[in-house]
Nanobody, 122 residues
Framework: EVQLVESGGGSVQPGGSLRLSCTASTFSFGSYDMSWVRQAPGKGPEWVSSINSGGITTYYTDSVKGRFTISGDTAKNTLYLQMDTLKPEDTAVYYC???????????????WGQGTQVTVSS
């Protein structure tokens, strides 16, 4: 059974940093495109960032460009999301997800982690 386990969330002041990690069981990150998705209180899921299976190409939603960095370590089979210059509007549960496909401008996911809470507040 595929499992994705996130860690690294927490509470931080505006302008601070956090690094989220996601480890996978039963499959290799290097064989799949992977993404991070977040869900803020009272809102629907929002795609944040993706990395292709080769780990070369990355994509970001406009609101996090220049502040967040997605990366992967195939030796550790771990996906990361480095989040810098955090803002209160980044507060959300962050999910590590495996990409099933990308069609007509929309990502489709087949497996989700349990999520990790990120809270940005002074």
């Amino acid at each position: 059974e595929v499992q994705l386990v996130e860690s690294g969330g927490g509470s931080v002041q505006p302008g601070g940093s956090l690094r989220l990690s996601c480890t996978a069981s039963t499959f290799s990150f290097g064989s799949y495109d992977m993404s991070w998705v977040r869900q803020a209180p009272g809102k629907g899921p929002e795609w944040v960032s993706s990395i292709n299976s080769g780990g070369i190409t990355t994509y970001y939603t406009d609101s996090v460009k220049g502040r967040f960095t997605i990366s992967g370590d195939t030796a550790k089979n771990t996906l990361y999301l480095q989040m810098d210059t955090l803002k209160p509007e980044d507060t959300a549960v962050y999910y590590c997800v495996r990409v099933r496909g990308y069609y007509s401008g929309t990502y489709y996911f087949d497996y989700w982690g349990q999520g990790t809470q990120v809270t940005v507040s002074s």
